[in-house]
C-alpha cells in the first residue's frame, strides 16, 4: 500500500521516483498535504460511471455522426469540411470507447472483490479535489443559471446585487447585513469600472430610466 | 549583437510610465490571484481580456500578462510556505519542505530563497529566451503549412500523453479541438455544427469555454466542499526574512540547477512549469548528501530552492514556442496567443520578422516583470496572506460575477453567457471523471490553427498528401509524435515485466 499512498501526493500522478522502478515509499515524498486517498463518494461515483460510459461515447458517436452529414458546397474542393471533423470524430470515439470499457473493468473488479468480501484498493485520481456537498454546488449552479437567465432582463446592477446577497446568504446565513452592504458596493464598483472606465455597456434593465 | 541593441530599444518603450503602471497592475493581480486557491493564470488572463481589449495596446497587454504569469507564481508559492495550501499546482512540492522550515520558525528563511530564487530564474529564463528566439524564429521562417501541422500536432500529442492519465488528456484534447471545428471552415467558408444559430458562426470563443471549464467549475468545487472545509484558516507565522550564510549558499546552487533545467523543460510542449518543479525536486533530492531529509524534520532548503527556480524558468521557457512558432505549450501561453490575436497581432513565425520591436518589447518587460514581483512580494507578504480572510462565501460568488461581465463584455450578447455556463457543466462532467481541463484548451485553441494549415498544405499539393512528408523537418516530428503515442504502451509493457519478476510489488497496483 505504500506505493500508492506516495503516488497521491502528486497531484499529476507521477511520483517523482516511481518511474526508475524503486520502491517509492523508501524515499518517498511525504509531507504536509497527508498522503491520503479521499474517496470518491456516491454522487460523484455515480457520476463518473454514467458519463464514462454512457455519455461520453454516445457524445463522440453524434459528434462523429454530425460531421459526416455536413452540408457541403456545390463546387469542387480540395479541401473537404467534412475531414478534419470526421478524424477527429472516429479518434474520439476510440478514446470514449476504451474510457468506457475501463470504467466497466474496474466496476466488474470491485463488484466481484464485494462477492468475495475482498477489499480492492480505491482509484488514485490525479485531481484529489472533492465536491462534499453536492447539494452546495447544485445550488450554486442554479443560481448561476437564473443570474445569467436574468442578466439582460433585469439589468447588470439589480441582478447582480440579487445573486450576491441570495448566494452568501445561502453560504453564511448569520451575516446578512455584512453580504448585503459587501454585495451592493461590489456590484456599484463593477458597474462603474466597466461602464465608465471601460466603456462597456452592461444592460441596465430595471434601473435604465435611472441610470 | 542585433539582439542586444533590440533589447536595449525596447527597454526604452517599457520603462514609459504607462507600461510599468501596466506591469505593476499586472503583478499586484497575478500575486492576488496566486495567493487566493483555486484560479490560475490562465483563467485570470481570460478574465482580464475585456479590460485587455479595452485597453487596445498588444503591448500594455502582454505587459500585463507577464505580470500576472510571474505574480501567480510568487502568490501560490507565498500560501504554500506558510499555509501549507498550494495556490497552484506547480507550486505543490513547495508545500514538502517549504511548510517544515515554517513549522521550524524559518519561513522567513523560505519565503527569501523561493522569492530570490524565482528571480534569479526568471532573469535567467529571459536572458536564454532572447538568446535563443532570433535563431528559432529564423529556422521557423523557413518552415511551411506541413511543418506547422507536424508541430501542433507534436504539442498535443505531447500535452495528452506525457502526464498521468494518457487516455483521459488524450480525450480532452480531442474534445477541445471538435470544440474548435463549430463555425465556419476557413478553407471553403462552410458552416458546421451551427445549427442556424448566428452566436456561433464565428465559433466558440476560447474565452468562454476557459471561464467556464475553470473559473465556474473552480467555484463549484470551492462551495460544494466549503461547509466541511470550514471558514477559517490557521496562519503561521512567517519570522524574520533573512537567511544565513549557509543557507544562501545551499540556496544558491539549487536556484541555478532549477532554473536551467526548469527552462529547458518549459520549452517543450506538455511539460510546463508544474513538472518541471517535480523534476527539480526530484534532482535536488538524487544529488543531496543527506536525500533521506527532504521533506522531513526541519525541511531541506534546497527542496524548495530548485523547483521555485524551476518554475518559474519554465514559465519563461514556454514563451519561446509561443514567440517563435506561434504555437502555445501550456493552457496559460494559449490564452496569451488568443489575446494576441484577438488584438490584430499575426502570430506564428512571421511575428519575429514583422513585428520585433514587439518580441523585444515582451522580454524586456519579463525582466521589469520579475524586478518589480520581488521588490513587491518580499515586504509585502503579510499583507498577501491577509487576503486569504476574505470569506469564501463573498469572494467565490464575486469571482462568478466577474466571470459573467467578462464574457459579456466580450461580444455583448447572452448566447455567450449560456455557452459559458454549459461549458461550466461540461468542465465539472470532466472534472468529476477525474479528465484533465487544461488540453481542451489548448486543443480549442491550437485546433483552427492546425485544420487551417492542414488545408493550405493540401491545397498548395492538389490534394497530395505526401506533402506532410516532404521534409525531413516533418518526417521527423511525425516520427517522434508518434514516439511519444507509444510511449505509454511502452511503459505499460515494461511495468508488467517488472512485476512479473516482484510479485509482491503487484499486488499494489
Known amino acids: ?167 452568501s446568504t445561502y453560504f453564511s446565513p448569520r451575516r446578512l447585513l455584512r453580504n448585503a452592504i459587501v454585495s451592493v458596493v461590489f456590484s456599484a464598483a463593477v458597474y462603474l469600472l466597466f461602464v465608465n472606465v471601460l466603456n462597456v455597456q452592461l444592460p441596465a434593465g430595471l434601473l435604465s430610466g435611472v441610470m | 549583437m542585433d539582439s542586444i541593441s533590440s533589447l536595449l530599444a525596447a527597454f526604452g518603450t517599457v520603462l514609459q510610465p504607462e507600461y510599468l503602471l501596466y506591469a505593476l497592475l499586472g503583478a499586484l493581480i497575478g500575486t492576488a490571484v496566486g495567493v487566493l486557491p483555486g484560479l490560475g493564470p490562465s483563467v485570470t488572463m481570460a478574465l482580464l481580456l475585456p479590460v485587455v481589449f479595452a485597453l487596445g495596446d498588444p503591448t500594455g497587454a502582454i505587459i500585463m500578462f507577464a505580470g500576472i504569469f510571474y505574480g501567480a507564481m510568487y502568490g501560490g508559492s507565498t500560501t504554500s510556505i506558510l499555509l501549507s495550501t498550494p495556490g497552484e499546482s506547480s507550486s505543490v512540492v513547495t508545500v514538502l519542505d517549504g511548510y517544515r522550515m515554517t513549522k521550524a520558525g524559518r519561513g522567513g528563511a523560505a519565503l527569501l530563497s523561493a522569492a530570490v530564487g524565482s528571480f534569479v530564474a526568471g532573469i535567467f529564463a529571459t536572458i536564454a529566451l532572447s538568446v535563443v528566439a532570433e535563431p528559432i524564429g529564423r529556422i521557423a521562417l523557413g518552415l511551411g503549412p506541413p511543418e506547422y501541422v507536424a508541430f501542433a500536432v507534436l504539442a498535443l500529442a505531447a500535452t495528452s500523453l506525457l502526464g498521468g492519465r494518457p487516455l483521459k488528456a488524450a480525450f480532452s484534447v480531442l474534445f477541445g479541438l471538435a470544440v474548435g471545428t463549430v ?258 484548451v489548448l486543443g480549442l485553441v491550437l485546433g483552427p490553427l492546425i485544420e487551417e494549415q492542414w488545408g493550405r498544405a493540401l491545397v498548395a499539393s492538389r490534394g497530395d498528401w505526401d506533402v506532410f512528408f516532404s521534409s525531413p523537418t516533418a518526417t521527423v516530428t511525425w516520427a517522434l509524435a508518434a514516439a511519444i503515442g507509444f510511449l505509454p504502451l511502452i511503459q505499460k509493457t515494461l511495468r508488467r515485466a517488472r512485476e512479473r519478476r516482484s510479485p509482491v510489488r503487484g499486488t499494489t497496483r
Open chain 1, 1 to 167: 500500500m505504500t506505493t500508492r499512498k506516495n503516488a497521491a501526493t502528486d497531484p499529476r500522478g507521477h511520483a517523482p521516483d516511481g518511474a526508475d522502478g524503486e520502491p517509492a515509499a523508501l524515499d518517498g515524498i511525504d509531507g504536509p498535504p497527508e498522503p491520503e486517498i479521499v474517496p470518491l463518494g456516491p454522487v460523484a461515483a455515480l457520476l463518473r460511471r454514467t458519463i464514462l460510459i454512457g455519455v461520453l461515447p454516445v457524445l463522440s458517436g453524434g459528434y462523429l455522426w454530425q460531421a459526416s452529414v455536413i452540408a457541403l458546397p456545390e463546387r469542387a474542393l480540395a479541401v473537404s469540411p467534412r475531414s478534419f471533423p470526421i478524424v477527429l470524430g472516429v479518434l474520439m470515439c476510440v478514446t470514449a470507447l476504451g474510457l468506457a470499457v475501463v470504467e466497466v473493468r474496474r466496476m466488474l473488479a470491485a463488484r466481484g472483490a464485494a462477492t468475495r468480501d475482498e477489499e480492492v484498493a480505491p482509484e488514485i485520481d490525479d485531481d484529489q479535489e472533492r465536491i462534499t456537498s453536492w447539494r452546495d454546488a447544485w445550488v450554486t449552479f442554479a443560481a448561476l443559471v437564473v443570474y445569467v437567465a436574468t442578466f439582460a432582463l433585469l439589468g447588470f446592477v439589480v441582478s447582480t446585487v440579487a445573486f450576491l446577497i441570495c448566494l
Open chain 2, 183 to 440: 463555425g465556419i471552415h476557413a478553407v471553403s467558408g462552410t458552416q458546421r455544427f451551427t445549427y442556424g444559430s448566428l452566436a456561433l458562426y464565428n465559433g466558440i470563443d476560447f474565452e468562454l469555454v476557459t471561464i467556464g471549464m475553470f473559473a465556474v467549475v473552480e467555484v463549484l468545487f470551492v462551495l460544494g466542499t466549503l461547509k466541511m472545509a470550514g471558514h477559517t484558516r490557521p496562519v503561521a507565522a512567517a519570522g524574520k526574512l533573512y537567511m544565513t550564510m549557509n543557507e544562501w549558499r545551499r540556496s544558491a546552487g539549487a536556484w541555478g540547477r532549477g532554473s536551467v533545467l526548469g527552462f529547458f523543460v518549459g520549452v517543450l510542449p506538455g511539460a510546463g512549469a508544474t513538472m518541471s518543479s517535480y523534476l527539480s525536486y526530484g534532482l535536488e533530492r538524487s544529488i543531496s548528501k543527506t536525500p533521506q531529509k527532504f521533506g522531513r524534520g526541519e525541511g531541506m532548503i534546497e527542496g524548495l530552492a530548485g523547483p521555485e527556480a524551476a518554475n518559474n524558468a519554465a514559465a519563461g521557457g514556454a514563451l519561446v514556442p509561443l514567440l517563435t512558432l506561434g504555437i502555445p505549450a501550456s493552457a496559460a501561453t494559449a490564452v496569451m496567443l488568443g489575446a494576441l490575436q484577438g488584438l490584430g497581432v499575426t502570430t506564428g513565425p512571421l511575428l519575429l520578422r514583422d513585428n520585433p520591436e514587439f518580441v523585444w518589447a515582451i522580454i524586456a518587460s519579463l525582466f521589469v516583470g520579475n524586478v518589480m514581483l520581488v521588490v513587491l512580494n518580499v515586504p509585502l507578504v503579510g499583507l498577501w496572506v491577509q487576503l486569504l480572510k476574505v470569506p469564501t462565501a463573498l469572494l467565490s460568488p464575486m469571482i462568478l460575477v466577474i466571470s459573467t461581465v467578462g464574457v459579456f463584455s466580450l461580444s455583448r450578447n447572452t448566447t455567450d453567457l449560456t455557452i459559458m455556463v454549459v461549458f461550466g457543466l461540461v468542465g465539472l462532467a470532466l472534472r468529476v471523471c477525474d479528465i484533465p481541463l487544461a488540453p481542451a
